[in-house]
């Protein structure tokens, strides 16, 4: 299912993310989000990482995480993954992962994720420039999500 307000990225399965079966190495696919959440950061949400934690010193490490394991992935699949915003919280936020191919569900990763000083360690606000940002890719919560 594409989550409805998701911003969606193409994902291809590399040989690299399976075991020797052909399947994804089930942790892999947290290092796929990982990458889509870097792709989202760059293209949609307008700060690449590079200038999030080189320049202003901001981070937003996962503090939680679910994960629900809806079919296997094999090597060669493209992986669509939609990135959607459950909430917004004032130092954190709930982003869900919808990982599909060819319409049927893979995986479904939900985290929250808390903006960090990296000078500190310590969660600050997250600032209005940001904020405006991730309202755009606000979806509908089902309930389920991370602590």
Partial sequence: MRPVGAWHVTK?????????????????FFEIAHEAEEDWFHDAIGVPFRELIGVRREGFPVVAVTTRFHAPSRLGDDLDVA????????ASLDVHYALSCAGEARVDIRTT??????ATGRPVPIGDDLRRRFEAFRIESSGTEGA
């Fill in 113 to 118: 994720i808390v903006h960090t000083d990296l």
């Fill in 83 to 90: 990135i959607g915003v459950a909430r917004i919280g004032g």
């Fill in 12 to 28: 291809t399965v590399r040989f690299h993310h399976c075991d020797p079966a052909g399947i994804v190495f089930y942790p892999r």
